[in-house]
């Protein structure tokens, strides 16, 4: 299973609640729903992730732009790059993978989830070591 197919079974239809009859979002709209800074929206329009309709200065986001969203928050949080992210977005909507992006695979997506163990391990044994200076220094006190 790919990105793509995995995705279009986790995300939920796009609801059109907070945009009213017109079908758009405004940037303050996402923000709310998705959790995220207005920086981090306009961001992800500096990098060429989102691109929402304007109308003088107001943003105006699409279902799909919403969705795309999504995708790339999702991509985020499994830890991977801006490059990566783009390349599932643009793998998703059947355009062709940017330039040095790559198309998605169980190979890709093992790979990821061997880097992110890794990475857990690492952060196991520093919350280890934290906590024994932490009874180090609580010991010193205490005596």
Do not use: H, N, W
Not at 4 to 26: C, I, K, W
Not at 55 to 62: A, F
């Amino acid at each position: 299973m790919d990105f793509t197919s995995y995705e279009a079974e986790r995300t939920p239809d796009v609801a059109l609640a907070t945009s009213g009859e017109s079908g758009f979002f405004t940037i303050g709209d996402l923000a709310r729903e998705f959790g995220v800074t207005l920086r981090a929206l306009r961001f992800y329009e500096d990098k060429g992730l989102l691109a929402p309709r304007r109308e003088g200065l107001t943003r105006l986001y699409s279902a799909a732009e919403r969705t795309r969203l999504a995708i790339i928050l999702k991509g985020k949080k499994l830890g991977f790059t801006l490059a990566e992210i783009k390349a599932m977005v643009a793998l998703r909507e059947g355009s062709a993978v940017p330039a040095g992006g790559l198309a998605l695979t169980a190979e890709k997506c093992t790979e990821q989830l061997a880097l992110l163990e890794q990475q857990k391990v690492e952060i196991e044994d520093a919350i280890g070591e934290l906590r024994q200076m932490v009874a180090a220094f609580s010991a010193r006190s205490a005596a």
